[in-house]
T-cell receptor, first 115, second 110 residues
Framework: DTAVSQTPKYLVTQMGNDKSIKCEQN?????MYWYKQDSKKFLKIMFS???????INETVPNRFSPKSPDKAHLNLHINSLELGDSAVYFC??????????????FGPGTRLLVL | DAKTTQPNSMESNEEEPVHLPCNHS???????IHWYRQLPSQGPEYVIH???SNVNNRMASLAIAEDRKSSTLILHRATLRDAAVYYC???????????FGKGTSLLVTP
């Protein structure tokens, strides 16, 4: 069983389009994250949600909107895609309350290419 | 956020021990030291973490300096599958995101 899954694995699209990436975790965790890994391989946090509530929102364009329908899912919607959005997007999850567990579990990544 | 400094790359022979160093001279008293690794084309994977004492698990050992300003990840017998980028990260606590640096790219040769 995959602990953190993402769909799609690959996404190729044109500039200006709107796309969504889905993430699901079956670990029962209460906190989920989106990270972006650019072409230089730097991994940066974008957002994090705890029990469907946004708790981290880094300096990310408004075109990116996370949505958490329940604590097992955190989706990422991107409007008006730009060339610079091409990257690998990783979802992760961890348990914060009532017992904090240090480990974050990452999904396999979604490779987005904007043409 | 406290920063970590790691060598850009290291090389090891298969089945030999590997010591991956990390400097974190500005670490605060409550920061945990985490190590993650990222195999090619995969998401980051937890390796080990510690606060003050040395730690062992099935994957690796973590040796933490007495002043906590540096640490070393030890892979006891490197395998080809251990070739990855290894990240040393200081964690501020519950719910905080991981602040990944450049990491150390480990090459394991047969």
């Amino acid at each position: 069983d995959t602990a953190v899954s993402q769909t799609p694995k690959y996404l190729v699209t044109q500039m200006g389009n709107d796309k969504s990436i889905k993430c699901e975790q079956n670990l029962g965790h209460d906190t989920m994250y989106w990270y972006k890994q650019d072409s230089k391989k730097f991994l940066k946090i974008m957002f994090s949600y705890n029990n469907k509530e946004l708790i981290i929102n880094e300096t990310v364009p408004n075109r990116f909107s996370p949505k958490s329908p329940d604590k097992a899912h955190l989706n990422l919607h991107i409007n008006s895609l730009e060339l610079g959005d091409s990257a690998v997007y990783f979802c992760a999850s961890s348990q914060v309350r009532p017992v904090f567990q240090e480990t974050q579990y990452f999904g396999p990544g979604t490779r987005l290419l904007v043409l | 956020d406290a920063k970590t400094t790691q060598p850009n790359s290291m090389e090891s022979n298969e089945e030999e021990p590997v010591h991956l160093p990390c400097n974190h001279s500005t670490i605060s008293g409550t920061d945990y030291i985490h190590w993650y690794r990222q195999l090619p084309s995969q998401g980051p994977e937890y390796v080990i973490h510690g606060l003050t004492s040395n730690v062992n698990n099935r994957m690796a050992s973590l040796a933490i300096a007495e002043d906590r300003k540096s640490s070393t990840l030890i892979l006891h017998r490197a395998t080809l599958r251990d070739a990855a980028v290894y990240y040393c990260i200081l964690s501020r606590g519950p719910g905080y995101a991981l602040n990944f640096g450049k990491g150390t790219s480990l090459l394991v040769t047969p």
